[in-house]
């Protein structure tokens, strides 16, 4: 995980959110040197509310998550029926 290298070149949190997604370590830390904020995008499931942070702590993304909170990703950002990261 984290080795990949693809480019994802949105700056409104869908390039880091994808990234996220795919566990790519790497490439959530260079977004995040671009200045992309954790908590500018929510899933494409508008009724979710899903953020990127929601994303790697779902999926046990414990280095990524730190990176987020590091970035001052939202924890009270609330998901679906107000689940909070």
Do not use: W
Request: contains cysteine; aromatic residues 4%.
């Amino acid at each position: 995980m984290g080795n990949r290298t693809t480019k994802h070149n949105s700056k409104d949190g869908k390039g880091l959110y994808d990234a996220v997604g795919g566990g790519e370590s790497e490439e959530v830390e260079r977004l995040l040197k671009m200045g992309v904020k954790p908590s500018d995008y929510k899933s494409d499931l508008p009724q979710t509310g899903r953020t990127a942070l929601h994303c790697a702590a779902g999926f046990g993304r414990h280095i990524i998550v730190r990176m987020l909170l590091a970035a001052e990703a939202d924890v009270n950002s609330t998901e679906g029926v107000s689940d909070v990261p």
